[in-house]
């Protein structure tokens, strides 16, 4: 380790990406993209943005990123939401790093699930925020009442991740009662796959703050783009640290197309039922192979075989081309978290399997 290291860095265990592979004709259902592309009208908005030779892009965008900021509370007016209630920063992961440094670091620690998101411990150890995970039932599923306990703030993923199990909005209501005097963060990158957004329960709880992404339902993880939503305060103590380390998070083609991907209703309609249905039909699938495959509500799905080895299976599916998620960690080491692709990509996933498993 380098000499010139801070004390910082040599204590950080950083996140791990899903790989993003090299190779071609691989079929790619290792990190939660969606398999159909954004709205035309992304693409249109961001051609509008470069016209004249790409003149705009001379300029700063938007330090704030107002026009987005109104799209989504026009999107969520039917909940009361104001464009003062929403926050956007550089993906979901941004936004959740602020949250952490903003509203989770407290004397008591944050509280999370044991089987979760990873990056909620990497912030934990780049923030010196002290934590306990709280550990999911024997199905993956969250106990609220194991949350009642002295904290500094909670944390979950709903659905959460890798597990897809969601917890529902009454039980969500029931913690943020139980635990007024806690910052209670809902993370959810797959709701539109399956739940019902907390975001209808803001406005009824000062305590409440709800991150989403538009990179999974909204086809555009590459573009980065993730936003909360609460009531004033907790968005104040978000744009205090954004304003001490990036006032320029969303560049322009960012906001144009995330501006636009909103106003295209139809088309986030008819992709995210497409993947809802290839879900259930892989899910169905893999069932038929005796995998145990947990209840999903996001776009992929977390399986073991009772007879073969998840790693090795992992493996195996490689050498057919295919790439999913394996976590060799404690409780779920054999299981495999698949994205649900195409109708195509699904069908050469279950070939595959077939293949190894015949």
């Not at 996140?15 to 709205?39: A, D, F, H, I, R």
């Not at 670091?105 to 934990?124: G, N």
């Not at 538009?214 to 907790?234: M, N």
């Amino acid at each position: 380790m380098s000499q010139y290291w801070s004390s910082l860095v040599h204590r950080l265990k950083p996140y791990v990406p899903g790989e993003q592979p090299k190779l071609v004709n691989l079929v790619k259902l290792n990190t939660n993209e969606n398999p159909y592309p954004p709205s035309p009208r992304v693409a249109a908005a961001i051609a509008d943005e470069l016209a004249n030779g790409g003149q705009a892009l001379r300029l700063y965008p938007d330090p704030n990123a107002e026009r987005l900021k109104e799209a989504i509370a026009a999107r969520h007016a039917g909940f009361g939401i104001g464009a003062r209630q929403v926050f956007v920063g550089n993906g979901s992961d941004e936004v959740l790093a602020h949250v952490f440094a903003a509203l989770l670091k407290h004397d008591l620690p944050v509280l999370f699930p044991d089987i979760t998101y990873s990056f909620y411990p990497v912030y934990c150890r780049l923030y010196d925020v002290a934590w306990e995970s709280v550990p999911l039932d024997d199905r993956f599923a969250i106990r609220i009442e194991d949350y009642a306990r002295p904290n500094g703030g909670i944390i979950f993923a709903n659905p959460n991740a890798p597990t897809g199990c969601l917890l529902p909005l009454a039980s969500i209501e029931r913690l943020l009662v139980t635990q007024s005097r806690s910052v209670v963060v809902v993370d959810e990158a797959y709701v539109d796959f399956g739940g019902e957004s907390a975001i209808a329960l803001v406005n009824r709880h000062p305590n409440l703050l709800v991150v989403q992404t538009f990179s999974k339902s909204r086809s555009l993880a590459g573009l980065r783009i993730g936003f909360a939503v609460a009531q004033r305060d907790l968005i104040e103590a978000l744009e205090r640290v954004k304003d001490s380390f990036n006032s320029y998070p969303l560049d322009r083609l960012a906001i144009a197309g995330a501006v636009a991907a909103l106003t295209d209703e139809e088309h986030f309609e008819t992709t995210r039922q497409a993947v809802i249905r290839s879900r259930e039909a892989l899910r169905s699938a893999l069932l038929a192979l005796d995998f145990d495959v947990l209840p999903s509500a996001a776009n992929f799905v977390f399986a073991r075989h009772s007879r073969h080895d998840a790693g090795q299976l992992a493996a195996a599916l490689r050498e057919h081309g295919v790439i999913v998620r394996h976590f060799p960690l404690p409780r779920i080491d054999q299981y495999l978290r698949i994205t649900i692709g195409n109708e195509v990509q699904c069908a050469a996933l279950l070939d595959a399997l077939r293949a190894i498993m015949h």
